[in-house]
């Protein structure tokens, strides 16, 4: 299952509302999740099961979906959000992830 | 708190067998139904998912790696590994090995290590 993000990087204020969109090849379910990786850490487990964010999770990251295509948003973008954003399903093997999203300020 | 660790060496000869520890602490690889994988991440690319074993013993590998990936558990030392044979540079990433329940996605993570290949 091929996962497409878009775009590929995006530079934003601080904030505005930033839109990532990860296409999947086919069908996934709710198996669809969202990690943030900032620079030189471990991605972070952000949203899992397309909406559902992590405990700790700043209430402006959300996750939603249409069909295959799944969205992350960020609500008022904030300087610690600086990060490359990765979906990622576990519906079917292999496991894949998108390509990522930098985001940027 | 399940915590992660990778260890194994930070340089591999070319065409050589890249082996990689994770150690799992914080509960027992026999009790917790976990599925326990291996994601890399070359120097300034995304990440790929290398491949898992579940907690009955169940592997599962990336195509793209042509048969080169081994993934083994050690339960007893709760430990489980990594074996990626014929390395090439091209292998030169960081490894992360991260811990998943059944029907959620990875977490958590190792720290990640850097392994180079190259003479």
């Known amino acids: 299952i091929q996962l497409t993000q878009s775009p590929s990087s995006q530079s934003a204020s601080v904030g505005d509302r930033v839109t990532i969109t990860c296409r999947a090849s086919q069908g996934v379910a709710s198996y669809l999740a969202w990690y943030q990786q900032k620079p030189g850490k471990v991605p972070k487990l952000l949203i899992s099961g397309i909406s559902t964010p992590q405990p700790g999770v700043p209430g402006r990251f959300r996750g939603s979906s249409s069909g295959t295509d799944f969205t992350l948003t960020i609500n008022n973008l904030q300087p610690e959000d600086v990060a490359t954003y990765y979906c990622q399903q576990i519906y079917g093997f292999p496991l894949t992830f998108g390509g990522g999203t930098k985001v940027e300020i | 708190q399940l915590q992660l660790q990778e260890s194994g060496p930070g340089l591999v000869t070319p065409w050589e067998t890249l082996s990689l520890t994770c150690t799992v602490s914080g509960d027992s690889m026999s009790t917790n139904n976990y599925f326990w994988g291996w994601i890399r991440q070359p120097p300034g690319k995304g990440l790929e998912w290398i491949g898992s074993i579940s907690y009955t013993g169940k592997t599962n590998y990336n195509p793209s790696l042509s048969g080169r990936v081994t993934i083994s558990a050690d339960t007893p030392s709760n430990q489980f590994s990594l074996k990626l044979s014929s390395a090439t540079a091209a292998d030169t990433a960081i490894y992360y090995c991260?811990?998943?329940?059944?029907?959620?996605?990875?977490?958590?993570w190792g720290q990640g290590t850097l392994v180079i290949v190259s003479s």
């Open positions: 991260a811990g998943r329940r059944p029907y959620n996605h990875y977490d958590p």
